[in-house]
């Protein structure tokens, strides 16, 4: 047994300075040696670090793959309840404006009337113009200036609404983030809004002055024109729609854009053609009763060419071409008294034949008021029918009264033509517009009966107030002075009476008054004060 121990021993021995050798020889060569003479521990050693870099990148994206779809799950979770919570939203989503009023939140209905509200407030009433030290006004509801308030707040509920759910999502998230305005489109009567400015534009200090015309006595008066400014209404219709559109008319004034014209040239023929006129001849029809007035025309008293030379002859600032009137041959008063069916009135005086300077005074002033026409509307002037009075017109020296005294004067007596027609004029209840009364009570007519003239001083005038023209006719013969109203009944005519009476004397004066009663079949309809007056006593 000590023999075999001893042999397994040495054994041992030996086989440990083997081993010891073989390290040494391995501790003495590089590494790389060692791996390449020991390939099976390299191979070892590959996979081992590859099993463990393999363990660990599973392990990363494990956590990576649960974490994406976490946030994934997450992400849809909210896109699908903010795509409920915007379907189910019916106001206006958030960070929405119009004209810069936050809107956020608010139905659409309310968006346009708080819309309204505060541009009815902000607004004003008038646009001022300025052009230098002048200035304009123009009224912003007769141009009719208005904004779109239904339109805007439209476009403001449909911001969010109008794409897919994604684009419409992304419009909610982005106005949280981004505001959007919305500039609602202003409206404006441009018709209108170019007549005020075309008005405006001959207002300016700096305008241009156009030729112009006009009729005086038998002359056409022709004004040369001056260069100046206009306004340039396009731009300046622009610029008004951006200052009311921006609210800056709000406190500034809106600036008039102009431009420098010349005044258009002196068209002589257009000025014919606008003056011109064919006389009118007078007619009248019976069924129904209407009568049509004649009327004057009128035309250059020399040819057109002859009036362009004078223009063209040099420049002047006044030109004056002669005038002529064309008469009708049938005029108003020639119309018989056929066309005027019906007597109105009449009244007569007595004057004394044996006066022949007088009495030629009285059939002059007549036989210019005999057969006038008065047409509805109008007004008949005694001093513009009858004329002056003067000798080349044929009248004489007759007694007047002048200052409270009796003289000769030339055309007296002929306020016996002008009281006998006042007479007749209130039996036609016709409106008696200008009248006065002698100093002293006539001998012709009682006191309140009367009505004097002085040429240019004094006038009698009345009113056709009827609806069918009336027509005088009048005579002077025989020591009677006749005056007759015809014309067309109406219905609702009154039969006329007058009243006067001496209302008190004293030693100096005599007070009366008149008054014009109306009747209906007899029965008085009413009383109407024609005047009170005060005579000098004799």
């Known amino acids: 047994m000590s023999t075999n121990n001893n042999l397994l021993k040495k054994s041992d021995e030996k086989k440990f300075e083997e081993n010891q050798e073989i390290k040494s020889q391995i501790l003495e060569k590089p590494k790389t040696e060692t791996i390449q003479e020991n390939p099976k521990i390299q191979e070892q050693t590959f996979e081992e670090k590859t099993n463990n870099i393999d363990t660990e990148t599973s392990n990363t994206i494990s956590i990576f793959s649960l974490i994406l779809i976490f946030i994934i799950t997450l992400m849809l979770i909210i896109f699908t309840i903010f795509t409920i919570y915007n379907s189910l939203n019916t106001n206006i989503i958030s960070g929405v404006s119009i004209k810069n009023l936050d809107v956020s939140n608010m139905s659409k209905s309310d968006a346009k009337y708080i819309l309204d509200q505060y541009l009815s407030n902000v607004l004003p009433e008038e646009l001022i113009l300025k052009h230098g030290d002048f200035e304009a006004t123009i009224s912003l509801s007769q141009i009719e200036a208005s904004f779109d308030t239904k339109t805007a707040s439209n476009s403001a509920y449909n911001v969010g609404r109008q794409g897919n759910i994604f684009q419409n999502n992304f419009y909610v998230i982005s106005t949280l983030f981004g505001k959007v305005n919305i500039e609602p489109n202003l409206n404006i009567n441009k018709k209108q809004l170019t007549k005020n400015l075309e008005e405006i534009s001959s207002q300016l200090p700096d305008a241009v002055i156009q030729s112009s015309y006009y009729i005086e006595d038998n002359n056409l008066i022709i004004t040369s024109g001056k260069e100046g400014n206009v306004i340039d209404i396009e731009k300046t219709i622009d610029a008004i729609k951006s200052s009311i559109s921006s609210l800056d008319c709000v406190k500034n004034p809106?600036?008039?854009?102009?431009?420098?014209?010349?005044?258009?040239?002196?068209?002589?023929?257009?000025?014919?053609?606008?003056?011109?006129?064919?006389?009118?001849?007078?007619?009248?029809?019976?069924?129904?009763?209407t009568v049509f007035p004649s009327e004057n025309g009128i035309d250059f008293n020399i040819s057109i060419d002859e009036a362009k030379s004078i223009i063209n002859a040099e420049q002047k600032e006044e030109y004056t071409i002669p005038l002529k009137t064309l008469y009708p041959n049938v005029t108003t008063n020639m119309i018989g008294t056929e066309a005027f069916p019906d007597l109105l009135s009449e009244y007569s005086t007595q004057y004394y034949a044996s006066n022949r300077n007088r009495t030629t005074n009285l059939i002059l002033a007549a036989n210019k008021i005999n057969g006038t026409v008065i047409m509805p509307g109008e007004i008949f002037s005694y001093n513009k029918v009858v004329g002056a009075r003067t000798i080349a017109a044929g009248y004489k020296e007759a007694p007047i009264y002048v200052q409270g005294k009796v003289v000769d004067g030339l055309g007296g007596g002929i306020c016996q033509i002008t009281s006998t027609l006042y007479n007749a004029v209130v039996y036609a209840n016709l409106e008696v517009t200008q009248r006065s009364n002698h100093q002293f009570v006539p001998s012709y007519v009682t006191a309140s009966r009367d009505a004097t003239v002085v040429y240019g001083a004094l006038d009698f005038q009345f009113k056709n107030n009827r609806n069918y023209p009336i027509k005088i006719v009048c005579s002077v013969s025989g020591g009677i002075a006749n005056f007759k109203i015809f014309g067309l009944k109406q219905e609702d005519d009154y039969e006329v009476e007058i009243s006067?009476?001496?209302?008190?004397?004293?030693s100096t004066s005599i007070y009366s008054e008149a008054y014009k009663i109306l009747k209906k079949d007899g029965k008085v309809i009413g009383k109407e004060l024609l005047s009170k007056d005060t005579y000098k006593r004799h």
């Open 254 to 289: 809106v600036e008039i854009i102009v431009k420098t014209e010349n005044p258009n040239i002196i068209d002589i023929e257009k000025i014919h053609n606008e003056i011109y006129k064919n006389p009118v001849d007078a007619y009248y029809t019976t069924n129904p009763f």
């Open 500 to 506: 006067s009476y001496e209302t008190g004397r004293s």
